[in-house]
Structure formats: C-alpha cells, structure tokens
C-alpha cells in the first residue's frame, strides 16, 4: 500500500520527466525563432503557443492521470500567466547582460517549479478522496 508521499514523489517524477518533454519541445522551438530572427518576445510566445497544446496532453496524460479536455479552459489562462512570468524573467536577465538563450534556460528554472503548482492545485486539482456523505 502506498502513502500520500509515496503517491507525490511518483507524480514528481513524472512531471519531471514529462516536464524534460515538453520543455526540450518548447525550448527547442524558441531557439529556432530567436536563430531565424525573431524577438525573444514573440519567438517566446509562439513557443509557448505551441507547448501548451502539447503539454496539455502530456501532462494531463501522464502526470495527473486526467485526459479531461474540459480542463484546457483552465490550463490555457494558466500558462498565459506562466508566459507572462516567464517571459519577463527572460527580459530583467537580458537586461543584466544576458544573451537571449541563457536567459530563456534560466528563466525556465523558476517557471518549471510554478507550473506544477498551477497544474497541480489549478488545472489538474484532485478530486476529492471520498464522496461526501448523502443522508439516509
């Protein structure tokens, strides 16, 4: 039998592995927009554009165990505001100096983690463990 933690971690360990996906796929992407020309804004947009509608399977899927497409209602206001996060972190470390590839990376740190708070506790909430009780 297993535990909450024991439960948690696993979920862990699939976001992270789910999340190295997506994130590659996202990634990649932007690298490619920002190498043809694009601003780091836009190419980050349309990176991200794109990564929602593949993590929002992949993570459904695999991570919270719902495949529940009502709940791309929540996931895509969601990661707007994980964009917006991600993106202004992304212009204060080029700001600092830092080319537009190394602060996507580092902006990425940060972003992950919030991501699956929002997924978890927004998006892909639990449902409750039990039922309530129905009078008799």
Do not use: C, E
């Amino acid at each position: 039998m297993q535990g909450p933690f024991d439960m948690l971690g696993q979920r862990f360990v699939r976001f992270v592995l789910v999340g190295g996906l997506n994130t590659g796929f996202s990634y990649g992407l932007y690298v490619v927009l920002v190498w043809v020309g694009l601003h780091f804004v836009v190419a980050n947009l349309l990176a991200t554009v794109a990564g929602v509608f593949f993590s929002f399977r992949t993570q459904g899927r695999f991570v919270f165990r719902n495949t529940d497409k009502s709940l791309f209602l929540r996931f895509v206001p969601a990661w707007f505001l994980l964009w917006l996060m991600n993106v202004g972190l992304i212009a204060g470390l080029v700001r600092w100096g830092l080319d537009p590839y190394s602060a996507g990376a580092l902006a990425l740190v940060p972003t992950v983690a919030v991501s699956y708070l929002v997924q978890k506790h927004f998006v892909f909430k639990d449902a409750p463990s039990h039922a309530p009780a129905t009078p008799k």
